[in-house]
């Protein structure tokens, strides 16, 4: 079964940053477009951002525009998300995903059910 990894993860006060990264052993994340969602505990899973997999377009909740940037190294097959300017809501488990699925810069981002693999999260806390 297919499965990525994230990892960058931590413990942070407001106003720092941290960078999670996300890799997907055994298989070419080159040809997905990848999602980052996040899920505080009692809410919903909620998109974060989302970059294609040709060309680079990216869109980002409301929420976090401004603040996190989402990029791929093909060479690497990798995704970040750099998170800047952290705020206490901010705070949950943070997990990758990948599809196959049309995207254009600053759509509305893809609901959940567009990814066909994920991660299985990293947490990210963060303190006033």
Not at 38 to 54: D, F, H, L
Not at 89 to 106: I, K, L, N, P, R
Request: proline share 5%; aromatic share 12%; glycine share 12%.
């Amino acid at each position: 079964q297919l499965q990525l990894e994230e990892s960058g993860g931590g413990s942070v006060h407001s106003g720092e940053s941290l960078t999670l990264s996300c890799t997907a052993p055994g298989f070419t994340l080159d040809y997905y477009a990848v999602g980052w969602f996040r899920q505080a505990p009692e809410k919903e899973r909620e998109g974060v951002s989302c970059i294609t997999n040709i060309g680079g377009e990216t869109g980002y909740a409301d929420s976090v525009k401004g603040r996190f940037i989402t990029s791929r190294d093909s060479a690497k097959e990798m995704v970040y998300l750099q998170m800047n300017n952290l705020k206490p809501e901010d705070s949950g488990v943070y997990y990758c995903a990948a599809g196959t699925f049309t995207y254009g810069a600053d759509w509305p981002l893809p609901p959940l059910r567009e990814y066909s693999v994920w991660g299985r999260g990293t947490q990210v806390t963060v303190s006033s």
